[in-house]
Structures are given as C-alpha cells and as structure tokens.
C-alpha cells in the first residue's frame, strides 16, 4: 500500500528554547513521559494564541471565560468557574477586569439575589468573529504537515487519556480529591516549615 509524504513546513528557525525541547524528544529522550509531551506541546499552543491575542489587547485570561460566554451567555459566575476549571476567587478577580473593559456584565435576578449571572456586552459579543479565527489558525499550524489519519488517532488516543484519567479521579474517592488553592497552600506550607524557634526556655515563639 502506498504511503504519502507530509513534508514538515519550513519556515524560520525555533528559538534556543523550542531548539532544545525538540532536541529532548527526538534524540535525547524520545521516549520520555507522555505527560511532558502534552505539556510541552500545551505551551506552544497557549504562546501562540497569546500572541495573537494580544493584537488586540485581550488578556489570555479573558479567553477562557469569553469562549465558554458565546457558547452558555448568562451563566453564574460559580458555574462559569466550574466550566473554566478555575477557582471562584481567581474567576471573581477576571471579570472584574473584564466588566472594567465593557466585555461583560453582572447581575443578580429579583427572584435570586445570591446568584451572580454573567452576560456579554455587544463588545464582548463582537469579539468573537475576531478571535474565534485566531484559535483556529493556531491549531492549523500546529498540526501542519500532519496526515488526517495522524490528526484523528492524536485525537482518539487524548480523548482516552481524559477519560482514564477522569475514571482515575472517581475511583479515588474523597481521599484523592482536588484540594483547593488555599488547602494546597496549607499542606505545602506545612511540608516545607522548618522547625519553629523556640525562646530562652524552650517556649515557641511566634514569627
């Protein structure tokens, strides 16, 4: 059965940076860990669109939320947090800044004032025929030179990993659970404290 050549694009050399991550995984260790893969290939894609992004002056902190707004407008801001896979606190902190920028706005209905829903301007609306071509352009250069055959299996084999890690994560149980930011802080707090110093006779003293 003939086979087709994908030659790779050519273009501009990789920086120092991507010079050597490459170099790792196509001599040093190609058969390093997955997860370092996924994750060196995530960076690429996330500096990528950050760069297109920023043309015109949206935080890639904003994505996330605008992305996730033209598909569900309205949500609750505890919701909206849940979708984005971000704490409450950090969501909060977003889209203050974005209601500042007229991307959104909040408020709370008469029949539930505890909920905070969170709605597109127009200007937030406007924005997606700007950037939504941008993401797609990324992921097109990133899988450029890549058979469709290649792409689709890429596809499979990640949506595997999401499932068995997710399967992973319920077979835990509440001894495996995701702590939260505060509760990580206080366990690495913890792990890293040395010994507390103690007075004259032998009394801790508070630092």
Do not use: C
């Not at 991550?21 to 960076?43: C, G, Q, S």
């Amino acid at each position: 059965m003939a086979t087709r050549n994908h030659k790779r694009a050519r273009g501009p050399a990789p920086d120092a940076g991507t010079a050597a991550i490459l170099r790792h995984w196509r001599e040093a260790v190609p058969n390093d860990r997955i997860a370092h893969l996924v994750k060196d290939a995530t960076r690429g894609l996330l500096r990528a669109l950050q760069m297109r992004l920023s043309k015109y002056g949206v935080a890639f902190g904003h994505w996330a939320f605008l992305r996730i707004l033209w598909e569900q407008d309205g949500l609750t801001q505890r919701a909206l947090s849940e979708e984005a896979g971000l704490m409450e606190p950090t969501t909060s902190s977003a889209l203050a800044a974005m209601e500042k920028l007229g991307y959104i706005r909040r408020e709370r209905k008469p029949d539930n004032r505890k909920n905070v829903h969170v709605f597109l301007t127009p200007k937030g609306k406007a924005l997606r025929r700007r950037l939504v071509p941008l993401a797609e352009q990324v992921n097109d250069v990133a899988v450029r030179g890549a058979s469709a055959a290649d792409v689709a299996a890429t596809r499979r084999t990640l949506l595997v990993m999401v499932e068995n890690l997710a399967r992973d994560e319920t077979r835990g149980g509440k001894g495996r659970r995701m702590p939260s930011t505060r509760e990580l802080a206080r366990r690495i707090a913890a792990a890293t404290a040395g010994p507390r110093p103690r007075g004259r006779n032998g009394i801790y003293r508070g630092l």
